[in-house]
């Protein structure tokens, strides 16, 4: 693989209406997650910044009605949209693909005034290039630290932002050699308001990239792919597996939505535990084993979570609370007062949490020990496909207990009546213009 193959993937690539479905119903998810994200403290301390910025008035703001340059209005969007931890996820390479290539992508669009279609491939090619180059990366850089989320999406967003801008093949090639430049973002900021930064400023710095790219500037023809790269300084695994079907099958398609307020690494094992809960009622819990494979048990290793970030990532924490019966779908139940809760303190003594190399990623193993010497178990793997109605009414009821009907529908409508989003309409909800609900009603 070479870079040029992927410009020439990305910027000329037409995706079919079956291949666009997807990233329809990513988009919806990630702009419901970024508007209810806007009241996040992490959102508001980076939307105060680049709001005192100031700038041209390119872009639109989740709940704003000003509008930014589109480097800061990526950089918010792209903060909000992660802060609750709620977008969408890849199990392929440990990462969330929409969370920094679709706040670029919109960003470049608003400023060159693309349409919703141009708009929908750009980012569905640039989230297909991130997780792509997620597989290429492996577990090597994840061990080392790193997190794939802002490593690939700033690539990703570049790929996004320099395609609605129609570069030519040459500045094509400098966007993507420049973001190789500006990928960053570490692991242990799991659990911290760096988490959700770290993304928007990924996003950011695609716009940056692209943006550069078009006015002439120029990076090193291997930084991306060849001597001394991107994946060899980051000390990937160079999986050649990532290029298999590259231009006709799509990866992206993989993608996984959140439904639990917290790390994806918690998702299959909470489900497991929630098919238990009828089998556990009057029942005495002594030991609650969680097998899952050893990259969650890495990377959401909080084991005692002092406030509600904390919490998102405490694989021991969220059994307690689902043993509990707290709905982890639910925002507050990861508020810093609910984090300090002294029974999910006691039940989070009960749980182990066991790395298993034989368990998929998307999988989880619970076992439960009761009274008596007893033992009930489940199986979670979220690696079955959800048929896409069925996904779109998850989601929208996802949607609906965030932020109720009189948002979620405009939005729907804005994304999906037509085969690509009505762009005025979509960035009108982003900024809280949301039509009366006679406007809106059939």
Known sequence: MHTDDLVEFV???????????????????????????????????????????????????????????????????????????????????????????????????????????????????????????????????????????????????????????????????????????????????????????????????GVECATLASLGMSAAPSALVGEGDFCTTLGGDNDQGAWVGFGTEWFFDGVSHRFHACAHGAQAMIEALETLGPRLAGETVETVEVALNPRWVLRDAVSAPQDGLQAKYSLPHIAAMVLDGVDTRELDSFSDAACASATVAELRKLVTIRPDDSIALPSAQVSVGLAGGRTIQAVSDLDQAIPMQDRATKLRGKARALLGDAILQPFWTAITTSQAPEMRAFCRCMVGRFPTPAATAG
């Open 11 to 205: 910027r000329n690539a037409q995706p079919l209406e079956g291949d666009r479905a997807m990233m329809r119903l990513s988009l919806f998810d990630w702009a419901i997650c970024g508007f209810a994200g806007r009241e996040a403290t992490v959102a508001q301390l980076v939307g105060n910044m680049v709001a005192a910025d100031g700038g041209a008035a390119q872009a639109s703001l989740f709940g704003s009605s000003r509008q930014l340059p589109a480097r800061s209005a990526a950089f918010y969007n792209g903060t909000a949209a992660h802060a609750l931890e709620l977008d969408d996820a890849h199990y392929a390479y440990q990462g969330h693909p929409s969370a920094a290539v679709i706040p670029a992508a919109l960003a470049v669009s608003e400023r060159s005034g693309a349409d919703g279609s141009t708009f929908l491939n750009a980012c569905l090619l640039g989230t297909e290039l991130a997780v792509r180059l997620g597989v290429w990366l492996g577990r090597g850089p994840t061990e080392a630290g790193f997190d794939l989320t802002a490593i690939t999406g700033g690539i990703g967003g570049a790929a996004a932002a320099a395609r609605i801008m129609n570069l030519d093949d040459e500045r094509y090639r400098q966007a993507l050699n420049l973001a190789a430049s500006r990928a960053a973002g570490l692991g242990c900021q799991s659990g911290t308001m760096a988490k959700a930064m770290q993304v928007g400023a990924a996003a950011a710095a």
